[in-house]
């Protein structure tokens, strides 16, 4: 093994109270040709403390620096929580060609750091060239304390692989992510499963691999389950959610359901349990699997009723994520309402591309401590409904701006952005007096708006109405910082810097402009919401 290559016959103590340590009088401080000290002149706790900002793979690397960096690099390697695969990525090939165990198979590498990982808690695994189940067999050898398991795309997840991870691995894990949408293997994996807080199963949304599998056939209601995500399951199982909000209500408080398209709350009714302890449920859908009807409009279906049930039955939720639920606004649901009635405690809602009208738009007011909206419409991902009236963007803005805005005081950060490239496409653009307004009624709290520029058909700038904005903010008596974002579809050019140097000169001291690239709504980060709103162990994060 590597550890053995680098320390010849006899390994090092890894015992810290006998790392070597030089007196600094036998030190040589200086360099060959300067006068500047070296790093040697530092003690064991400060080169301890600056090793701390690197992986596992560069204290490998460091520890060919001499054998008091050996000793202290394989402390710290050994005293590690969390392991990547990912990490030999960033490998130095002058680095490998010396040592060429860790280049003749990636395999060889990963066991080589894990042999003396201990501790080790927390383990990621992709793209790892000749690992199977044997090898995988003598990892679980290594790391009798893992918690943490992931599993990604890349590994060549057999039976006998997943049988392995069953029976070495599962009986102690708290956090469990797989990719996989095969229902037998999945049974192998979880049937011995009994301390999951946090599951994370990963299907495909191609429909030449169906992943139906329920989890009531092999899923301990033993587990103290506290996160669930089913991502991209196109044939989930109708029985799936209702066995974990039934068995799980008194400890659940994250659910994913991203781009399942809610099968899975096909059999949910009003007879759930409350659940009370739910923070974060994110369930945006592919919205090419969004029925439409003969008129054009989004039809309601099944899982309307069924999703609107369940929402109802959160009354502490935090965190809610709805994009591209366009059945939400059919046959007279009104999802706004909804939430203002049953969800009255949420931070953060994102309803892009549903279509919500501006008039129900208003009710948003009563959600009063929203510190983050997100109301976009990508027309890219609605080519397929040309038929949908259009949606009145600026209507919308003035709604919110009058109605909403001055009631969420807590309110940080908006977003309304668009893919429309000129105002053509829009009812009307939004006009600088209704930017104001918004400004001006944004609680202490705000720090950004996140708006979209479109080119005017009389051929004026885009920006026009942000400049107009802008200068009418300077009678405002505001003390607090506040970032105008626009979406960078315009000023991709040699002007750009020009035309943040206009914003400069005419911004009062407490608003700036800046030009962005993405959306706000791409911001949305699982491990950051889970890490706010979800009680999970830190390791766990």
């Not at 070296?38 to 204290?59: A, G, K």
């Not at 999703?307 to 007279?332: C, Q």
């Not at 009255?344 to 129900?360: T, V």
């Not at 496409?425 to 520029?453: C, S, V, W, Y």
């Amino acid at each position: 093994m590597l550890d053995e290559e680098f320390s010849g016959t006899k390994r090092p103590s890894m015992n810290p109270q006998h790392f070597h340590h030089l007196p600094f009088t036998e030190v040589d401080a200086c360099g060959d040709n300067d006068n500047l000290p070296t790093v040697h002149v530092l003690n064991d706790d400060c080169l301890d403390m600056i090793l701390s900002y690197f992986d596992l793979v560069e204290l490998f690397q460091l520890s060919l620096v001499c054998r008091r960096w050996y000793n202290l690099c394989i402390y710290k390697i050994s005293c590690s929580n969390y392991f990547s695969t990912e990490t030999f990525k960033n490998y130095n090939v002058d680095w490998q060609k010396r040592y060429e165990i860790l280049s003749s198979t990636s395999v060889d590498a990963v066991m080589s750091v894990l042999c003396l990982t201990h501790h080790l808690k927390s383990l990621s695994l992709s793209k790892v060239v000749g690992l199977n189940a044997e090898r995988l067999s003598t990892i679980a050898d290594f790391l009798p304390n893992v918690k943490e398991l992931e599993l990604c795309w890349e590994l060549d997840l057999d039976e006998a692989f997943f049988q392995v991870i069953g029976e070495r691995f599962v009986k102690n894990l708290e956090c469990l992510m797989v990719q996989s949408w095969h229902a037998d293997n999945m049974k192998l994996l979880l049937k011995d499963a009994r301390n999951l807080k946090f599951l994370s199963i990963t299907g495909s949304d191609d429909d030449d691999y169906p992943n139906q599998f329920c989890l009531t056939d092999f899923f301990s209601t033993d587990n103290p389950l506290m996160c669930i995500c089913f991502q991209r399951f196109s044939h989930l199982h109708p029985d799936s959610m209702s066995f974990i909000f039934k068995n799980f209500a008194a400890t659940l408080e994250y659910v994913d359901l991203s781009y399942t398209n809610l099968q899975g709350l096909g059999n949910c009714s009003i007879s759930l349990p409350e659940l009370v302890n739910m923070k974060v449920f994110i369930a945006p859908i592919d919205i090419s699997d969004t029925p439409i009807g003969d008129n054009g409009q989004p039809e309601q279906t099944r899982c309307t009723h069924q999703l609107v049930s369940v929402l109802k039955l959160m009354p502490n939720l935090r965190v809610l994520d709805l994009t591209y639920n366009l059945h939400l606004t059919s046959n007279g649901v009104d999802i706004v309402d909804i939430l203002a009635n049953h969800c009255p405690l949420l931070e953060q809602l994102f309803l892009g591309c549903c279509w919500i009208s501006a008039e129900k738009l208003v009710n948003l007011q009563k959600l009063s401590f929203l510190k983050r909206l997100d109301l976009d419409h990508c027309q890219s991902k609605i080519e397929m409904c040309f038929d949908l009236p259009s949606y009145d963007y600026a209507a919308s803005f003035w709604n919110i701006s009058t109605f909403v805005i001055p009631h969420l005081k807590e309110l940080e950060h908006f977003s309304l952005t668009h893919s429309y490239w000129t105002d053509t496409t829009m009812d009307r653009r939004i006009q600088g007096h209704e930017l104001f307004e918004f400004l001006k009624n944004a609680g202490p709290k705000f720090k950004g708006i996140f708006l979209t520029t479109a080119k005017s058909q009389d051929g004026g700038e885009p920006y026009e109405f942000v400049a107009e904005a802008v200068k009418m903010c300077k009678t405002l008596n505001r003390t607090s910082m506040m970032k105008i974002y626009l979406q960078n579809q315009m000023f991709i050019n040699k002007d750009s810097a020009l035309i943040m140097d206009y914003f400069d000169s005419i911004s009062p001291p407490f608003v700036q402009v800046k030009f962005t690239d993405y959306s706000f709504s791409e911001k949305l980060y699982s491990s950051d919401v889970r890490s706010k709103y979800v009680n999970l162990p830190k390791i766990l994060m």
